[in-house]
């Protein structure tokens, strides 16, 4: 079965610009997390989405924003993009959030603001 | 809010030996605790888990130790392998929230 996909792998943006980043699940899986890794940090709770409503959200500005579809894939969205935003996104698929069920990952996507 | 914290960003250790990786929380809802693993340019794997009923959980060489009262959890590797190199991220789980510590760092040397 497939595993978790992000799509891109890799992202140059620009200072000001805005990006999109997108994240197919584990196939039946409803629940998608996305983290952002940077050094130092670890890995760091963004907003976590179930049948296509946010449930969950870490401390991160409004200019992260996110959604997920009637098929669970999700999508990541930054505005006004600063250089801090520099860093690895990953997502995670769950099957059913209240079943304590590990998280799978992506192999993530890299975005370098500049 | 660091509700999940890894103190040590590294640890060496030699072949054979064990390794013990602390985490720490802050959370007393948290009731579900994991481990993963990350290699560079992969995503994180899944460990090793335990539930706040239980104080041990082990998994061939690795064990997950819960101490609530402390609201402390430490994975054990032994032995250690080169091939263990790699961050080690803890993770605690509460409902739908799961919180993750920044890594640790852990290089086995042959």
């Known amino acids: 079965k497939a595993g978790v996909t992000q799509t891109p792998r890799y992202l140059i943006k620009t200072r000001g610009q805005q990006v999109t980043l997108s994240c197919s699940p584990i196939s039946g899986h409803r629940s998608v997390s996305w983290y952002q890794q940077t050094p130092g940090q670890g890995l760091q709770f963004l907003f976590e989405y179930f049948s296509e409503t946010q449930r969950n959200k870490g401390n991160f500005p409004g200019r992260f924003s996110g959604r997920q579809f009637s098929n669970s894939r999700s999508e990541m969205n930054v505005s006004t993009l600063e250089l801090g935003d520099s860093a690895l996104y990953l997502c995670?698929?769950?099957?059913?959030?209240?079943?304590?069920?590990?998280?799978?990952f992506g192999q993530g996507t890299r975005l370098t603001v500049v | 809010d660091q509700q999940v914290k890894q103190n040590s960003p590294s640890l060496s250790v030699q072949e054979g030996r064990i390794s013990i990786l602390n985490c720490d929380y802050t959370?007393?809802?948290?009731?579900?605790f994991l481990w993963y693993k990350k290699y560079p340019a992969e995503g994180p794997t899944f460990l090793i888990s335990?539930?706040?009923?239980?104080d041990k959980n082990e998994d061939g060489r690795f064990t997950v130790f819960l101490n609530k009262s402390a609201k402390h959890l430490s994975l054990h590797i032994v032995p250690s392998q080169p091939g263990d190199s790699a961050v080690y991220f803890c993770a605690a789980k509460k409902r739908d929230d799961m919180r993750f510590g920044a890594g640790t760092r852990l290089t086995v040397k042959p």
């Open positions: 995670a698929s769950s099957l059913v959030g209240f079943t304590n069920t590990e998280a799978f």
């Open positions: 335990i539930s706040s009923i239980k």
């Open positions: 959370n007393s809802m948290f009731d579900y």
